[in-house]
Every structure is written in C-alpha cells, then in structure tokens.
C-alpha cells in the first residue's frame, strides 16, 4: 500500500510526496493528473455491504466478466466499504477480496 512520506504546505497549496510499490506504480499507467488518494484502512471503511445475490437493499452485485478479467475467484461475503466526496464527485471505495498471503488455510479433505 502507498504511503504518504512528506505534506508541504506552502500559500494554501498542498504537495504530497508518497512511497508506492510496483503493483500501484503500474496502475498509474504514467498518469499525472486525474488522481485521487483514498484512506483503505479499517478505520476509513466503516460501513459494511454484502456480496452476492439480489434480493436485499445492502448488497453490491459485480459482474462476473469484470472479476474474471481480474483473476479475482472469489470475493468476501462481508466486505467493508465507504463513500468518498471529493470536490462534489462521490467516490465508493470498496475491499472485495482481503489478502490471504501468508495465512495458511487448512480444509478437510473430501
């Protein structure tokens, strides 16, 4: 995840320096503007929605295609989420999947 390492404030103008690792560099794609910097932390995504099925008012539907292009096979049936404001533009940040590197997962075999 990135990390702010410097803010300078200098006459009402604000410059951020941040510490980004290869897999964000290369979402960036060499942009330079159009960017936006949102907390992912469990203390910014407060609220909750479920995955899955329609039927019921809390829950976000995504669609299979988009997660396949991803590699994303399974995502969380509870997954913390929060909604952004940023100069009148509203923002839905969402975790479907959390990481599992380094947890081991142990089933019974069938």
């Known amino acids: 995840m990135a990390e702010i390492k410097t803010i300078d404030m200098d006459n009402g103008k604000i410059e951020v320096k941040l510490s980004v690792n290869q897999d964000e560099y290369k979402i960036l794609k060499h942009h330079m503007t159009d960017i936006i910097i949102l907390p992912c932390g469990n203390e910014s995504l407060i609220h ?3 995955t899955g099925k329609l039927g019921n ?3 976000i539907m995504l669609p299979k295609k988009l997660l ?3 590699n994303v096979k399974t995502i969380d049936k509870k997954v913390p989420t929060n909604i952004f ?4 533009d509203a923002y839905l ?3 479907i999947k959390k990481s599992e590197f380094g947890i081991p997962k142990f089933k019974e075999e069938e």
């Open 48 to 50: 909750r929605l479920t």
């Open 57 to 59: 008012s809390n829950r």
């Open 68 to 70: 396949e292009l991803f």
């Open 85 to 88: 404001i940023v100069d009148d």
């Open 93 to 95: 940040l969402i975790k």
